[in-house]
């Protein structure tokens, strides 16, 4: 059976999610995309299917957990189990330093980068668990040891509960042959990246860590969970 990898936060074009899309796809799989911009997401959606792909995409807002619920079980109406779900959506801000933070940040933050990957988790897992499928998280080199986290206490913090919640899955799913991992990378050279800071920083190629996620979803890894890979 032709694998099924379910990719969040794909939707804008020159961002991590269209190379991760590109990169299950040129290992043959069947491609389900969820994006919260309907516009975007489709043009992703058009782009793999003029290359030939079996892809299909499903807009929703990954904060609200019954919404994602929905769409697992349209997915699964679909396609049956899940071989790959790749937890891209997030977000970034400076929240400055914590005395003058402020809530509304650190409430963003927490809903982009942890509620999306929390509640795609949870739908989810009753597929990958058909599949013995894995998990791929997005955290950041800054909350691992030697990381500079000043004045991003917010972004850091969700990036931290990532990596707890990739061990509990990695724990609490091993007996059904589920596996969770991470990627942490220093700043990726998106299209928004280079907008912020420019084309001369020094970046993480998109395109590398499309392929680490897709090694890591991979029968290559397929004894590795729990385990984070730092990317420089």
């Known amino acids: 059976m032709t694998a099924v990898a379910v990719i969040t936060g794909v939707g804008r074009q020159g961002q991590l999610g269209e190379a ?10 069947r491609l389900r995309l969820i994006d919260r911009d309907a516009v975007e997401l489709a043009a992703r959606v058009e782009e793999q299917r003029a290359r030939g ?6 807009p929703c807002d990954l ?20 071989s790959a779900l790749a937890c ?11 005395a003058e933070s402020e809530l509304s940040t650190w409430e963003r933050m927490w809903a982009l980068n942890v509620t999306t ?10 597929l990958l668990r058909e599949a013995r499928g894995a998990i791929t998280y997005v955290a950041s080199a800054a909350v691992l040891p030697g990381g500079r ?13 990532l990596l707890a919640l990739m061990q509990a899955v ?20 998106t299209a928004a990246n280079e907008a912020s800071m420019g084309t001369d920083a020094a970046y993480v190629e998109r395109e590398v860590v499309a392929n680490w996620i897709t090694h890591l979803c991979g029968p290559d890894a397929s004894n590795m969970t729990g385990q984070v890979i730092r990317l420089a």
């Open 170 to 189: 990695a724990q609490e799913e091993k007996a059904t042959g589920v596996r969770a991992n991470a990627v942490a990378p220093t700043s990726i050279r």
């Open 117 to 126: 990957a929390w509640a795609t988790t949870r739908a989810f897992l009753p």
């Open 53 to 58: 792909v079996d892809c299909v995409g499903y």
């Open 88 to 98: 891209l959506a997030g977000g970034f801000a400076m929240s400055g330093a914590v």
């Open 20 to 29: 991760v899309a590109n990169a299950f796809a040129a290992r043959g799989a």
């Open 63 to 82: 904060t609200n957990a019954s919404a994602v619920a929905e769409v697992a079980r349209q997915v699964a109406a679909d396609v049956g189990g899940v």
């Open 149 to 161: 986290v000043a004045n991003m206490s917010a972004y850091a913090g969700t990036k931290s509960a």
